[in-house]
């Protein structure tokens, strides 16, 4: 990985970590809703689950590195889940693309810390 690919790593990976944090949030509360707020929720998650996707593309065409490819499928599966009306099966497989988005995210921050750029 370099500098360029270091950075926009855990840029990414930041900002995907946030993301796949509040759709898991969400998801989990949508149990305790009312059957049509439940609906309504379970398909803001899914955008929102859309939107973490497309911040996965971009990362994984900035930054090469296999993980992306993995959360990219993690997120996929998330979001078959959430628009089967199962979403609370998509936690798991946004919590597999937290651990590799940490992943990321932490190699690239010790490459910037090694460059001493952080």
Do not use: C, Y
Request: neutral net charge.
């Amino acid at each position: 990985m370099n500098t360029r690919e270091a950075i926009m790593g855990f840029s990414q990976g930041e900002k995907v970590k946030a993301g796949l944090i509040w759709a898991s949030q969400i998801i989990q509360l949508i149990d305790g809703l009312p059957d049509g707020e439940k609906r309504a929720s379970a398909k803001m998650a899914g955008v929102l689950v859309g939107m973490i996707n497309k911040e996965i593309m971009l990362a994984r065409n900035t930054a090469a590195d296999p993980a992306w490819d993995e959360m990219e499928k993690d997120v996929e599966r998330a979001r078959v889940m959430i628009d089967s009306g199962v979403p609370f099966e998509a936690v798991a497989h946004l919590t597999r693309a937290l651990s590799r988005s940490t992943d990321v995210a932490g190699r690239a921050m010790a490459r910037l810390k090694h460059e001493e750029l952080l």
